[in-house]
C-alpha cells in the first residue's frame, strides 16, 4: 500500500530550467493538492483538483502549472525555474470532502 | 479568504505536564478545522478534525482540541506530554470550490518536550 508517492525526492535545478515534480495515489481519491513549505512559513497552497480535468488555484499559483488527466497523478510544472521557487514540495490526496488528507513524503527542490 | 493564525512559534513543556498549541481562525461560514504533526524530514499526519457536533474533539496520541465559536479558536491540547510528542504542528482550515478540497495551514508552532 503505497499512499502518497512522490518523485524525485531531491532536485537541484538551475534558474530559468523547467522541470516536473511527479505525484501518485493508488487510493482511488477525487481530491489531490500541491503545497510548498517554507521556514517560518507554514504550508502554502499551490493548486487542488477534484478529478480529471478540474483544477484550480489556491494562495500561490504562480510560477506552476498542474493538471488532471488521470485519477491517480497529479504533476506540478515549473516551466522557468526561480531562485524563489526553491522550498519543499508536498503533494497530498483525500478520498472524500473532510475526510483527513494523506501527505507523500515531499520533494526537496533547490534552485540555483 | 479562510485562514488560521498561530500565535506561537514554539511551545516548551515538561514531559508530564499538559501542553495547549493555540490556533485562532477567521472564515466566512462554518469553520471545518484540522489538526496536523510533522516529524522531522517526513509528511504531515493527521490527528484530528473539527466539522461539526461536540467542541470537543479527540484525536490521535492522546490529542483533543477545543473548538470555540465565541473566541474564534481551536487549540490542541494534551493532559499529559511525552518527549516523542515533540514536533511541528499545524492548524489548518479548509479551503472549498467546485474545484475541490484543500487546506490553508498556520505556519505551525514547534513543541518541544523535556525530560
Known amino acids: 500500500n503505497a499512499g502518497v508517492t512522490q518523485t524525485p525526492k531531491f532536485q537541484v535545478l538551475k534558474t530559468g530550467q523547467s522541470m516536473t515534480l511527479q505525484c501518485a495515489q493508488d487510493m482511488n481519491h477525487e481530491y489531490m493538492s500541491w503545497y510548498r513549505q517554507d521556514p517560518g512559513m507554514g504550508l502554502r497552497l499551490i493548486h487542488y483538483s477534484v478529478g480529471a480535468g478540474i483544477t484550480d488555484q489556491g494562495e500561490v499559483p504562480n510560477g506552476y502549472n498542474v493538471s488532471r488527466s488521470t485519477t491517480e497523478d497529479f504533476p506540478l510544472r515549473l516551466l522557468s525555474a526561480a531562485p524563489s521557487q526553491t522550498s519543499v514540495y508536498f503533494c497530498?490526496?483525500?478520498?472524500?470532502?473532510?475526510?483527513?488528507?494523506?501527505f507523500g513524503d515531499g520533494t526537496r527542490l533547490s534552485i540555483l | 479568504a479562510q485562514s488560521v493564525a498561530q500565535p506561537e512559534d514554539q511551545v516548551n513543556v515538561a514531559e508530564g505536564n499538559p501542553l495547549t498549541v493555540k490556533c485562532t481562525y477567521s472564515?466566512?461560514?462554518?469553520?471545518?478545522l484540522f489538526w496536523y504533526v510533522q516529524y522531522p524530514n517526513r509528511g504531515l499526519q493527521f490527528l484530528l478534525k473539527?466539522?461539526?457536533?461536540?467542541?470537543l474533539v479527540k484525536g490521535s496520541y492522546g490529542f483533543e482540541a477545543e473548538f470555540n465559536k465565541s473566541q474564534t479558536s481551536f487549540h490542541l491540547k494534551k493532559p499529559s506530554a511525552l518527549v516523542s510528542d515533540s514536533a511541528l504542528y499545524f492548524c489548518?482550515?479548509?479551503?472549498?470550490?467546485?474545484?475541490?478540497?484543500?487546506?490553508?495551514f498556520g505556519k505551525g508552532t514547534s513543541l518541544l518536550v523535556t525530560p
Open positions: 489548518a482550515v479548509r479551503v472549498y470550490s467546485n474545484s475541490g478540497y484543500a487546506l490553508n
Open positions: 473539527y466539522i461539526t457536533g461536540d467542541n
Open positions: 472564515v466566512s461560514g462554518n469553520p471545518y
Open positions: 497530498a490526496s483525500s478520498g472524500r470532502l473532510n475526510q483527513p488528507q494523506h
